[in-house]
């Protein structure tokens, strides 16, 4: 089975920094993906950690454990346009499916 | 980046008819396809794994007899609400993914919006 736990919601002050943490559980481990979605709009890919440390992207980086099964995704710099949100995702390669959990709602505030 | 398209945007249609939705890989080949089904303020609740040239697998408590899709090439899937009512007003998302990679990584198309009045 598999299971994903993130927090429901984040709110944070625009210019600042935040952390969304993910922890999972599942039967075979490939990385970790993180996806954003606007309210509306479909998800997008944000980033991927096969190993572990820390990937960064921008103002975007993600960080993975595999011993702890944890992982993070860490935004800077923050902007009124991050406001959505946020999806950690196990792969567990090949074929297999990804189950997405119920998401990190971020919102920024001035 | 890969891109996926979906076809219709948006729909609406009356209650007891049919509507097909295609799912497109525009750039790349996608042995594997996913249909995802998203109600206001919820999460992405995956339906089914759509595979070329066989049956596609789908999750517990989706019908398949009312969900039907077909995956008859390595860039196309359609899904098909056969029947509509209601309480199928939903976000219809599809995925595709990557050739088996470093990222093995999910595209999603746009999503389509059906209404059923």
């Known amino acids: 089975g598999q299971s994903l736990e993130q927090p429901s919601e984040v709110t944070a002050v625009e210019g600042a920094i935040v952390q969304i943490n993910c922890t999972y559980q599942?039967?075979?481990?490939?990385?970790l993906s993180w996806y954003q979605q606007h309210d509306g709009g479909a998800p997008t890919f944000l980033s991927y950690n096969a190993l572990d440390g820390l990937e960064e992207t921008g103002r975007f980086s993600s960080f993975l454990s595999r011993s702890d099964s944890y992982g993070y995704l860490l935004l800077q710099e923050l902007q009124m346009k991050d406001s959505a949100s946020y999806f950690c995702a196990p792969n567990s390669g090949g074929y297999q499916k990804v189950t997405f959990g119920t998401g990190t709602k971020l919102q920024v505030i001035p | 980046g890969a891109v996926v398209s979906q076809h219709p945007s948006w729909v609406i249609c009356k209650s007891g008819t049919s509507v097909k939705i295609e799912c497109r890989s525009l750039d790349f080949q996608a042995t594997t396809m996913f249909w995802y089904r998203q109600f206001p303020k919820q999460s992405l609740m995956l339906m089914a794994t759509s595979n070329e040239g066989s049956k596609a697998t789908y999750e517990q408590g989706v019908e398949k007899d009312k969900f039907l899709i077909n995956h008859a090439s390595l860039t196309l899937s359609t899904l098909t609400v056969t029947s509509a009512h209601p309480e199928d007003s939903s976000f219809y998302i599809c995925?595709?993914?990557?050739?088996?990679?470093?990222?093995?990584?999910?595209?999603f198309g746009p999503g389509t919006r059906l209404t059923v009045l």
């Open positions: 995925s595709a993914r990557d050739v088996p990679g470093s990222t093995d990584t999910q595209y």
């Open positions: 599942t039967s075979g481990f490939y990385g």
